[in-house]
């Protein structure tokens, strides 16, 4: 469990609400766009939840495409915000 203030581990399952606050913080600081990279951002598919979640901010998601399938193009295709790269 994360304590106020602190930083998620890097790779914990616990980042979501920490996601979710920098993402918030983000839109209300007018940022518009938020990159996605490093590493495989489709493995954390909870992330791609979040951003949509925040319409204000394109998200540049790059990917190697290895985790793309039907269900996920078809996730995508509504995710107006979400930029396939």
């Given amino acids: 469990m994360l304590q106020p203030g602190a930083a998620p581990a890097y790779g914990s399952r616990d980042a979501g609400p920490r996601l979710a606050q920098v993402f918030t913080e983000a839109r209300d600081l007018g940022i518009s766009i938020v990159l996605l990279a490093g590493g495989e951002p489709l493995v954390r598919l909870e992330i791609l939840d979040l951003a949509v979640s925040i319409p ?22 509504t995710a107006h915000n979400i930029c396939r790269c």
């Fill in 56 to 77: 204000e901010i394109i998200f540049p998601v790059f990917t190697n495409g290895i985790l793309i399938d039907d269900a996920l193009v078809s996730r995508l295709a």
